[in-house]
Each structure stands twice: as structure tokens, then as C-alpha cells.
């Protein structure tokens, strides 16, 4: 097991390692990471009967995401990807001069073409989107970056006005992007996860809650 931030901590509930941190947030919330371990973050006064009554709460949750966790790490193998939620075989030939997509194959001259094809395609799909909710939102970033991040799909500095993506994120299907892109727009105006933010999530896009469920 990697070596874990210093200030993460950890406990067992049923049988299961939770890693956690408390911070300045107004509600729970669990991930699990590309790892395979469950992280919470919790309201630095939240007592732990009542995170392990949410554990419980989402026990569903967590039994499914586990599964499908285990699924695709079984299921990918080293020349297969995802792209938009679509698993695909990567093929390398030299003798192409670019990369291009063929039923369920993906055809590139080189790896490193083929992760040059995944960072222009998600700038473009991320650019569109992050477009789309500025002009709808009336907020507006300053800069994109992407990037690979280890355990989260986006992030942003409010301040600053930034947006990071992740480059994975361009293996979830279209509209669970889109969801990761408004919710980062969202933290242009509340760099927090209080009640406001989740308002302002469930205006403009009130499914929201099942689109976050299923990332």
C-alpha cells in the first residue's frame, strides 16, 4: 500500500479499511479511489456514530461501486481503453499516419500519438462543455488544464479562476462529464460543498444526484 498524506487517517467498519480526513465541509463524502480505497471526508465536528450510520446508509452504494471496480479491472486488459463509457482494443501500426476509431478498435501510429489523440479529444469535448455552462451560468474560468490526477476527476481554484480536468475522465460517458465540468464551474462561485453549491447543482441540472451516484 502506497504511503498515505499524513494527515489521512483510517479505521475498519465491517470488515472494510475507510480512509479519512476532516475539513472545513458542511457534508459527508466518500469515494472510492483508482487504488481501490474507500476515502470520506468528514466535517471536522461530525462524531462517528453518525459517519457510520452514513456508512451504513450507503451500503448499497458502496457494495456496487466496489463491483464495478473489481469488474474493470478484470475486464480491461493492457491494449484496451475506454473512451466516452465505450471499452475499445488499442491497435498500434507504425504504418498509419494517425489515429482513428474502427467499430470496436482504435488504430494509432504509436502510443504516444494515441495519448496525444486522447489529450486534443478531451480538450475539445472539455472546452465545449465548459463553454456551454459559463454562458448558461454567467461564471467564467480563466484557464483548462488536464491533467492526471490519482484520485480525483476535476478540481478548481476559485481565486484563481482555474479548472483542472482529469485526462480518465474522458472514459466516462458524455453526460457524467458534463456533470464534472458544471460541478467545477460551480466552485468558481462556492469553493465549498455547502448548501448553496448543491442549490446551485440542482438549478441547472436537476439530476444531478443520480449523475454524481453513477461516476
Keep these: 500500500m502506497a504511503r498515505q498524506n499524513p494527515c489521512v487517517k483510517s479505521f475498519i467498519f465491517q470488515n472494510r479499511i475507510f480512509f479519512y480526513q476532516r475539513k472545513k465541509i458542511k457534508n459527508l463524502r466518500l469515494k472510492l479511489n483508482e487504488?481501490?480505497?474507500f476515502h470520506l471526508s468528514i466535517p471536522q465536528f461530525c462524531p462517528k456514530n453518525f459517519v457510520y450510520e452514513f456508512l451504513e446508509k450507503n451500503e448499497a452504494w458502496i457494495q456496487k461501486v466496489l463491483t464495478l471496480y473489481k469488474e474493470r479491472k478484470?475486464?480491461?486488459?493492457?491494449n484496451e481503453f475506454l473512451f466516452l463509457g465505450k471499452k475499445y482494443i488499442l491497435i498500434l501500426n507504425s504504418n498509419l499516419s494517425?489515429?482513428?476509431f474502427s467499430k470496436n478498435h482504435i488504430y494509432s501510429p504509436s502510443k504516444e500519438q494515441?495519448?496525444?489523440?486522447?489529450r486534443k479529444s478531451?480538450?475539445?469535448?472539455f472546452l465545449n462543455y465548459i463553454r456551454k455552462w459559463e454562458e448558461i451560468t454567467g461564471l467564467k474560468s480563466t484557464h483548462l488544464s488536464i491533467k492526471t490526477m490519482k484520485t480525483r476527476l476535476g478540481s478548481c481554484n476559485s481565486k484563481k479562476g482555474y479548472i483542472n480536468l482529469n485526462l480518465?475522465?474522458?472514459e466516462k460517458k458524455l453526460y457524467l462529464i458534463e456533470y464534472v465540468i458544471l460541478h467545477e464551474i460551480a466552485h468558481l462561485k462556492y469553493a465549498h460543498h455547502g448548501k448553496?453549491?448543491?442549490?446551485f447543482l440542482e438549478k441547472f441540472m436537476p439530476d444531478f444526484k443520480a449523475r454524481e451516484k453513477e461516476i
Excluded at 478484470?74 to 493492457?78: A, I
Excluded at 494515441?114 to 486522447?118: C, D, G, I, P, Q
Excluded at 448553496?196 to 442549490?199: G, L, M, T
Design 98 to 100: 494517425k489515429t482513428h
Design 196 to 199: 448553496e453549491f448543491y442549490a
Design 122 to 125: 478531451a480538450r475539445k469535448i
Design 35 to 37: 487504488k481501490g480505497e
Design 114 to 118: 494515441f495519448e496525444n489523440f486522447l
Design 168 to 170: 480518465r475522465l474522458l
Design 74 to 78: 478484470t475486464l480491461l486488459k493492457e
